[in-house]
């Protein structure tokens, strides 16, 4: 057995023993095929390529020990800048952290490609060939001196083929070429008069629908598509962009609400600890009793528990707002706003309002264009919808070249001396166009009910508006009864603080005054930042947020390496669409906005507090002179004895 049957037999048999498991991974390996995988090959997690996560500063709690924390301003303006800057992956307020809106800078960008795909579909393709080869194929014959001895020998043809060409095709359909090919054959024994000889031709053609695949409008349907596909991506990234910003918005105001709430809470524990203080004060002189002072006392921890609380719950906010900013939870510095809300009413026209909604909201947009592809899409299931009738032209020249087997001259014939062409006209169709024709009444169905998805849409977007009116106005409404409640929790807390001190009034009527005045003021601060959220909101509701803080997009471009290379540099592709910076737009102050809301403590209660002391002094004095008696015990039974409270404030 010759050496070539041997190695194909080797061959084969190596095949053979991989489909039925039997040959190892290297003998596989070399053979190209690769093992079946049969178990799981999890690699370990140490592995895989670090990515990086700063640690930053140890987060701030309610707890004693939790790190201090330097004062750091903020305005409204400038946490909207910083949102904006950090704005890679959209982000949206959920609760006290921000989640992934599944939205980047880059997506736009992204579906922009589809664009220059679909128009490749019109550019120049060039295509050739070229292929060196021998055929030797053996003959025998008889010999001429012995007829009865064979002998034997080979034809050889050496043969050069080289074929090239460009085709195009236009936005109408047809289909255009020119092409070259040649060969060169050296043939031995030498049958003819050239060798070796060259046949070249040169061939034009054309190829035009004139039904099916005809026209301008059908042939761009891809590339329209692909350029309404990109829109709607930008819209898409615009509608999370405007989500962000309202978030920044809303948690900037819940930041304010709540270090509000926090002021007022510890004003609470403050003038519920002067009446604890001045309860003890009067048991220990006689004019009180073990119950006043042990309601005092239960006053007091509640307050101060609810003091834990606000104070979570402003971390809790400063939180949020640096995670839908994009900053890390953990920083020395803490987070001051200084943008007071705005208390002015606002008016608005409900037409004007509709129409802008409806001219500039990203989802109404991106509803309008998916009808828009509809329409392109029925547009290319219409045209389908037809017979296929082509027709088709072709023209080559011919040519024959070679050297003169009798003296070596090289000779050739005119290459106009022979010449093809055809024309023809092709026609096709399915009998019944079942299927075209279920492709078109499902494009008409398909536009029936995105266009019921727009009316329903533009019907929410009415009742969103109206809902976020009617809660403008309760807000606003509610801001301003606040106002008036909180003036007049503001006068009782006044008038209970002083008949307590200076009467011994019942504690529970002191008590309900200090719940009713931080009550009032934090209903005060919720309403107005409320209010103010939902201004943003209905700019969010109307599509122009955006617009109002002075926030566009630009597109950075970089310069990438087209098809012509460095003959090309003005060719650039876009690489995101990242916004630009907002303008300014809110008052930036030098103080805390809570304080807006004229935080101070009533002038009478801390008058009240100086005399308060000084008759404690007094008091006291005459009790060291002259201790009074204790009177007798009630004929009920006695009520357990308070907890020891340490007196862990000054006097100031």
């Keep these: 057995m010759s050496r070539c049957p041997r190695l194909s037999l080797l061959i084969l048999l190596l095949l053979l023993a991989n489909s039925v498991g039997r040959v190892g991974v290297a003998q596989k390996a070399i053979i190209g095929v690769l093992p079946e995988s049969q178990h799981l090959e999890i690699r370990d997690p140490v592995k895989l390529p670090r990515a990086y996560l700063p640690p930053g500063e140890e987060p701030a709690t309610v707890g004693e020990n939790s790190p201090e924390r330097t004062p750091e301003q903020i305005s409204l303006d400038e946490a909207i800048r910083i949102a904006l800057k950090n704005a890679d992956v959209i982000r949206v307020l959920a609760g006290v952290v921000a989640t ?7 997506d736009p960008a992204i579906a922009n490609t589809a664009v220059d795909r679909a128009q490749s579909r019109f550019d120049p393709t060039f295509d050739t060939r070229q292929d060196f080869l021998r055929n030797e194929r053996p003959f025998a014959e008889l010999a001429p001196l012995d007829p009865g001895r064979a002998l034997f020998d080979a034809t050889r043809n050496d043969l050069y083929d080289m074929t090239a060409g460009i085709t195009k095709r236009s936005s109408t359909g047809a289909e255009t070429s020119v092409r070259i090919d040649t060969d060169r054959s050296r043939i031995s024994p030498v049958p003819g008069v050239l060798n070796p000889q060259s046949r070249p031709t040169l061939s034009m053609g054309a190829l035009q629908p004139l039904l ?14 692909a350029r309404i596909e990109t829109d709607r991506s930008f819209f898409s990234l615009k509608d999370a962009l405007q989500e962000l910003v309202r978030g920044v918005i809303s948690a900037y105001w819940q930041l304010v609400a709540a270090r509000t709430n926090l002021w007022a809470s510890q004003q609470q524990l403050t003038r519920s600890e002067f009446a604890l203080r001045q309860a003890d004060a009067n ?16 006053a ?12 979570a719950a402003v971390l809790d906010r400063e939180a949020a707002l640096r995670s839908i900013l994009g900053l890390p939870p953990n920083s020395p510095n803490e987070f001051i706003p200084t943008t007071p809300p705005s208390t002015s009413r606002f008016d608005f026209d409900w037409p004007a309002l509709v129409d802008l909604a409806e001219e500039s909201r990203p989802d109404i947009i991106q509803l309008k264009l998916v009808l828009e592809a509809d329409y392109q899409q029925l547009l290319q299931a219409r045209n389908l919808a037809m017979p296929r009738l082509d027709a088709s032209a072709i023209y080559r020249w011919n040519g024959l070249e070679g050297e003169l087997v009798t003296t070596g001259e090289f000779v050739g014939s005119d290459f106009n ?32 009910r995105d266009r019921a998805n727009l009316d ?15 809660d403008l106005e309760s807000q606003y409404q509610q801001y301003e009864a606040f106002v008036r409640t909180r003036q007049a929790a503001t006068e009782n807390l006044r008038q209970q603080e002083a008949a307590y001190a200076l009467r011994g009034e019942l504690f529970v009527n002191l008590l309900l005054a200090i719940s009713d005045w931080g009550n009032a003021v934090s209903n005060e601060a919720q309403a107005a930042t409320q209010y103010n959220t939902d201004l943003a909101t209905l700019e969010r509701l109307s599509g122009t947020i955006l617009e109002a803080h002075g926030i566009y997009f630009y597109e950075e471009r ?9 003959l090309g540099p003005d060719r650039y592709y876009p690489q995101d669409m990242k916004p630009g910076p907002n303008r300014d ?5 030098d103080r805390p906005s809570e304080e807006s809301f004229d935080l101070q403590t009533p002038a009478r209660v801390r008058d009240m507090r100086q005399r308060f002391r000084q008759r404690l002094k007094e008091r006291e004095a005459e009790r060291l002179k002259s201790p009074p008696p204790q009177p007798p015990a009630p004929e009920i039974e006695r009520l357990p004895p308070t907890l020891d409270f340490p007196d862990t404030n000054s006097d100031d």
């Excluded at 329903?456 to 009617?470: F, G, T």
């Excluded at 737009?585 to 102050?589: E, I, K, P």
């Design 100 to 106: 992934n809106s599944g939205r980047t800078v880059f």
């Design 212 to 225: 099916q695949g005809a026209g301008v409008d059908v042939n761009l349907v891809p590339v329209v598509l």
């Design 585 to 589: 737009r809110y008052l930036a102050g």
């Design 417 to 448: 001396q022979a010449t093809d062409w055809r024309l023809g006209v092709d026609f096709s169709v399915p009998l019944g166009l079942r299927q075209g024709r279920a492709n078109l009444r499902e494009r008409q169905l398909l536009i029936a």
């Design 283 to 298: 048991l220990r002189v006689g004019r009180g009793d073990q119950a006043q002072a042990s309601q005092s006392k239960l």
């Design 300 to 311: 007091y921890e509640n307050f101060r528990a609810q003091l834990i609380l606000t104070r």
């Design 558 to 566: 970089y310069r990438s390496l087209g098809p012509l290379g460095i």
């Design 456 to 470: 329903q849409a533009l019907l929410e977007v009415l009742q969103e508006l109206a809902a976020n009116l009617r």
